[in-house]
């Protein structure tokens, strides 16, 4: 088969009992032309016997020599890829079987975006499943950057296919931080060539591969990051400086730093619109910590980004 080399890139840190899944369906594809690259994270369990159970000569196994994170994983699958293309998958999620057969015909039909991407579907610990929806650009779109230092890029990174040359340009992961990551690298993306979205959801997500507890401080500091990072293209803009300070606002709250946490709410209502869910997030800030977990466990179940 004639068509680009894509490069898939697996970080994995002791999931053996849940990677296989994953290699399953890269090497299931329709589109056969891919090398799989399964970075492994100084795991401490059968990972390696797993990728090397797959006996497929497209899969080849890297292995970091200590814990670095997925961050730096990705990026040493970065360096090594061979592929015009690169995708990502995380150990324990699946991509259904045409999932790079479509994003390759997206990228004929848009030669210049530098990444596809879709929605996915998440399936819960008792095996519901339920939609995962991204947001929705479209490679003719303008406002893409600003869209997405609005937080209003949310891309699985199961399901993003990214152009090398424009993925190597940007630098990769930002290895520094240790939430949004995956977020700030399509900002970058975003910032340098068209994206575009695909209503097919192209993966699924398993809550049994996921860390149950969440970093908030990490969080916290990603986002202060993030504005440093790119303070020169926010400047004084009111609607990405709001979203980010709700953000802020409602990590603060789910901390228990509720003063500051309103604070941070009050500043982002004045310098845009509320949104509906803005006067739960203020009353729960006065009701304490169980009004509070509630309005997180709502955020969670409905799949909602920190903003």
Same mark, same amino acid.
């Given at each position: 088969m004639t068509g680009p080399l894509v490069s898939v890139i697996v970080p994995t840190r002791d999931r053996a009992p849940v990677l296989k899944r994953t290699i399953d369906s890269v090497l299931a594809q329709t589109y056969p032309r891919l090398e799989l690259l399964v970075v492994d994270d100084g795991s401490k369990d059968d990972t390696e016997r797993v990728a090397?159970?797959?006996?497929?000569?497209?899969?080849?196994? @890297?292995r970091n020599p200590g814990a670095h994170g997925a961050s730096a994983a990705r990026n040493v699958g970065i360096a090594q890829a061979r592929g015009e293309l690169i995708a990502f998958n995380d150990a324990g999620d699946e991509w259904i079987r045409e999932k790079l057969a479509l994003q390759l015909e997206a990228f004929e039909k848009h030669p210049r975006a530098g990444l596809v991407y879709s929605s996915m579907i998440r399936v819960r610990l008792d095996g519901r499943r339920s939609p995962h929806p991204a947001s929705v650009i479209r490679a003719g779109d303008a406002d893409a950057y600003r869209r997405a230092l609005a937080l209003d890029?949310?891309?699985?990174t199961p399901t993003a296919l990214v152009r090398a040359s424009v993925l190597?340009?940007?630098g990769g992961f930002d290895e520094r931080l240790r939430g949004q990551e995956d977020l700030e690298l399509f900002m970058r993306v975003a910032s340098r060539a068209p994206v575009h979205h695909l209503e097919t959801p192209l993966a @699924?997500?398993?809550?049994d591969s996921r860390s149950v507890s969440?970093?908030?401080?990490?969080?916290?500091?990603a986002h202060r990051r993030i504005l440093l990072k790119h303070r020169v293209a926010v400047g004084r803009d009111g609607g990405i400086l709001a979203a980010h300070f709700r953000a802020i606002g409602k990590l603060l709250l789910i901390v228990g730093r509720s003063r500051d946490g309103r604070r941070m709410l009050c500043r982002a209502a004045a310098l845009s619109r509320a949104r509906p869910s803005d006067a739960g997030w203020w009353a729960a800030s006065f009701l304490g910590a169980a009004a509070i977990g509630a309005m997180r466990g709502a955020k969670d179940r409905l799949g909602g980004a920190t903003g």
């Open positions: 090397a159970a797959a006996g497929d000569p497209r899969v080849r196994y @890297l890029l949310r891309v699985g190597k340009d940007v @699924l997500f398993y809550d969440r970093a908030y401080g990490d969080l916290l500091n």
